[in-house]
Structure formats: C-alpha cells, structure tokens
C-alpha cells in the first residue's frame, strides 16, 4: 500500500553556548501551525525491533518551574487518556487518573 500523503512536524532548538536550549519552535504545516514557540517538550518514539522507548525531553532555561508542574500533569492525564484509547483497560486507567489526582494535590494544582 503506497502512502498517498505525508504530513511533517519539525522541531527547531536554540542552543546557547553551553548547548543548553534557549529557544523551542515547532511547525505542523498540516495543522497550520508555523514556528509556534514552545518552553518544553516530551518526545516518546517506540522502536519495536529494540522493544523500547526512545525519547527527548527538553526544556528552556527561562521555563518556570510552577509551569513545568502544570505540564507534567497536564502531560500524566493526556497519558492516561491515550493508554485508554489504546488498550480499552478501564482498571488501569481508572488507576492513572488516581495518580493523576494524587500528583496535582500534592503540587497544589487544583
């Protein structure tokens, strides 16, 4: 079957001179997105051969760490969110968002 269209999602990273990120850009030209500016991202790949995760994490130097907690948890409950659509496992997703409540308490994020 042969791919009758295909879509790219770019990452741009600015580096300062210790290599540390200073600047996050991403376009999605699909989506319109064009050079949005971003404080942080997480990238997760399955390599199937190796049966493992590959991933990127990355985070500006001027990201605000109050934000960062936001993220990670926004990040947890989208999480459980896709292991639901994947795998239709109720129990452990119910589980999830338990730690999901868990996690935003102890941080005070509701």
């Known amino acids: ?19 540390v990120p200073e ?3 991403w376009s999605a030209q699909d ?9 942080a991202m997480l990238l997760s790949v399955w390599d199937s051969k190796n ?8 985070w500006t130097k001027d990201m605000p760490v109050d934000e960062m907690k936001i993220f990670f948890h926004q990040t947890l409950v989208s999480l459980s969110d896709t292991f639901m659509k994947a795998t ?3 129990k452990m997703t119910a589980t999830m ?11 005070d994020l509701k």
């Open 31 to 39: 989506g319109g997105v064009v050079n949005e500016e971003a404080k």
């Open 88 to 90: 239709k496992d109720e």
């Open 23 to 25: 600047e996050l850009t």
């Open 51 to 58: 049966k493992e995760s590959l991933k990127i994490d990355l």
């Open 97 to 107: 968002k338990d730690f999901c409540a868990y996690f935003a308490e102890k941080l």
């Open 1 to 19: 079957m042969a791919n009758l269209h295909t879509s790219e999602i770019t990452l741009k990273v600015g580096l300062d001179e210790n290599r």
